[in-house]
Structures are given as C-alpha cells and as structure tokens.
C-alpha cells in the first residue's frame, strides 16, 4: 500500500532552518509526483512545492520560492523540504502527498497524503 511519512518538524526560532523528510513506500517511485503543502490554524492548505522524483525537475509556489528547496532521494525513497530562513509565519502542519504521473499536479490530483509534520516558529 502507498505510505507517506512526514517528519522533521519541531521549534525553531524564527531565522532558524529545518529539514522535512518524507518518506515514501508502497509504489514505484519513479512514477509519481511528490509535493509539500502546509496548512496553518483556521487557513487553507497551502501549496509549497512538488517534484518529479524521476528526474528531479521541481517546481514551487511563486510566494515559496528563494526560502524552500525541495529535494529527492531515490535510492531512500524520500524527499525533502528544506526550510531556511524560517518566519513566524511558516507555522503550520507540512504534509507530504503522492500524485500519479510525472507532472505536477493540483493539489486535487494529489491520491496520498502523509500524516503531517507539526512546524512551529517562534518569534
């Protein structure tokens, strides 16, 4: 069965970094988009970024990019976010999700969802 893992989130001050980790299994992961979303208390879920674990073409959400990078493992099936520069703001659940094709999707097409990754930031 597909399984997403989400993990490496925490308290971090704000200016501070973290690495999510989302860990994949339970399909081929060449065949599949991952993407990253958060969502905040009493807000939407939030696009971040997704990308083709093939060949590690990435995209991101015009107002995620300079401070977000995401990044494939594929020998480990996992991707990560790397978040720098972090803000108030960025407090959120971060979510990994899995998508079947090799184009970033919306976030509808997204068929898997990991559990989430509480990231909180203080000021």
């Known amino acids: 069965e597909v399984q997403l893992q989400a993990s490496g989130g925490g308290l971090v001050q704000a200016g501070g970094s973290l690495r999510l980790s989302c860990a994949a299994s339970?399909?081929?992961?060449?065949?599949?988009?991952i993407g990253w979303f958060r969502q905040a208390p009493g807000k939407e879920r939030e696009g971040i970024s997704c990308i083709l674990s093939s060949d590690g073409t990435s995209h991101y959400a015009d107002s995620m990019k300079g401070r977000f990078t995401i990044s494939s493992d594929k020998a480990r099936n996992t991707i990560y976010l790397q978040m720098n520069g972090l803000k108030p703001e960025d407090t959120a659940i971060y979510y990994c999700?899995?998508?079947?094709?090799?184009?970033?999707?919306?976030?509808?097409?997204?068929?898997?969802w990991g559990r989430g990754t509480q990231v909180t930031v203080s000021s």
């Open positions: 339970g399909f081929d992961f060449d065949d599949y988009v």
């Open positions: 999700a899995a998508a079947d094709g090799l184009v970033c999707p919306p976030a509808a097409f997204y068929d898997w």
